[in-house]
């Protein structure tokens, strides 16, 4: 509690936080202005019905489900930035401008995801339009209107872009998860006011459950975020001239969940593409082309099937995703290089063959655990069978790590002021 008045006491520091909180205002803002043109009835029975689009619209912050100006949140941009990083595996220039160029070079690595951005924002609009305008949710629109939406649309996802940029310039948390943050909570907010409103015609047991529920997985994911395995380094003494260095013990930390949130990411995005592919061509006017898009999303829309893949592709994509981050071979070099070692293990080659069998089997706890919160809805939807309100796996996640990096951040900014 006295740290928390501390913030409030510090005017540099609270300035910030007033600022970043008056930028999600306007994020929110954003997210309730529609674009003209669209049949309000027809484009919530639409998202009523399609559980799919009802998931992107979640992390839109209900953006989407609204057709606002908002509507395509941060996604673009977020996939602009994932391609770049898988980019810098393929094109060793990349690379070297985002790891060995210091801050001049991830200025302009991070220019080059902001212009990549705008493309992808024309496309995923273009697409999302074709869609409902396919279910009738637009109406007769002309090309100048459609034109002028599309503008619009990506203009409102540079603008969030910008937002988050502005509130990651103030260090106290990423500003892009914070947007994100922003939009799950008032999903969150909307889910309660259905469960309350149902609450009249059903049992008081079942809702203490989902509670307990709730409070459980909000435990254990905070504890498995924060969780990593220590790794004991020593280092020799050295004597160089009348002075001695080293001689002191430290540990490496290992992260269970080292990937993050992306492989859920990933997965998600994988999941998603072929159901809007066959929602897409549902509607073709070539019988057999429309027979197959039925059949695939029919397959995707299975529930059992949709969990079991979303499941098997965190998985993978946790241990793809952790390779990248997370070389042991580089890593036993530089401690060897520094004069250290882990005890019981020699340096080089050995070291870096020890890291890999700790990394797989700390990947693996941190894999399942990434998996079970993916297919989280599913179980939660199972065992109390809540359907107006379900605590997605996944938000919970962004919410309790978001939350965790703010904290820390706040923390880091209190210490400074400080000293």
Do not use: C
């Amino acid at each position: 509690m006295e740290r928390f008045l501390k913030i409030f006491k510090i005017k540099d520091l609270r300035n910030k936080i007033f600022f970043i909180l008056a930028l999600l205002v306007v994020f929110r803002f954003a997210a309730a202005v529609p674009i003209p043109g669209v049949d309000a009835i027809r484009l919530k029975e639409f998202f009523q019905n399609n559980q799919l689009f009802g998931l992107i619209s979640a992390f839109t912050g209900g953006g989407l489900s609204s057709f606002s100006v908002a509507m395509l949140g941060l996604g673009p941009y977020i996939t602009a930035s994932i391609i770049m990083q898988l980019l810098t595996m393929i094109f060793p220039s990349l690379e070297q401008m985002y790891k060995y160029e210091g801050e001049a070079g991830r200025q302009r690595f991070n220019q080059y995801s902001r212009v990549l951005t705008v493309p992808l924002a024309m496309i995923q609009g273009y697409a999302f339009m074709a869609i409902l305008a396919r279910q009738g949710v637009l109406g007769n629109m002309a090309l100048f209107n459609w034109a002028s939406s599309l503008v619009v649309i990506a203009a409102g996802a540079v603008f969030l872009m910008w937002l988050g940029e502005l509130i990651s310039e103030k260090n106290l948390g990423n500003g892009v998860s914070l947007l994100i943050f922003a939009g799950i909570v008032a999903r969150f907010s909307t889910g309660l006011g259905q469960t309350g409103a149902a609450y009249v015609s059903s049992q008081l047991f079942t809702y203490i459950a989902f509670a307990l529920i709730a409070l459980v997985v909000i435990v254990g994911v905070t504890y498995l975020t924060e969780a990593q395995r220590n790794i004991p380094i020593n280092y020799a003494r050295r004597v160089r001239g009348f002075r001695v260095f080293g001689g002191v013990s430290t540990y490496l930390p290992m992260r269970v969940n080292n990937a993050g949130v992306m492989p859920i990411i990933f997965a998600l995005s994988l999941l998603l593409f072929p159901g809007m592919i066959a929602n897409f061509f549902s509607t073709s006017s070539v019988a057999f082309i429309a027979n197959i898009a039925r059949a695939v999303g029919g397959f995707i829309q299975n529930q059992l099937v949709y969990g079991a893949l979303y499941f098997l592709l965190v998985i993978l994509f946790t241990y793809f995703y952790t390779a990248v981050t997370f070389d042991p071979k580089s890593i036993s070099e530089n401690i060897q290089k520094q004069g250290g070692y882990i005890p019981g293990i020699r340096p080089g080659q050995p070291t870096a063959q020890f890291l890999t069998h700790l990394l797989n089997r700390v990947t693996l706890v941190g894999a399942i655990f990434l998996g079970l919160i993916a297919v989280l809805p599913q179980i939660v939807r199972g065992v109390t069978g809540i359907t107006a309100f379900t605590v997605g796996g996944t938000s919970i996640l962004i919410v309790v790590s978001v939350v965790l990096e703010t904290m820390k951040a706040i923390d880091a900014q209190l210490s400074m002021y400080e000293y």
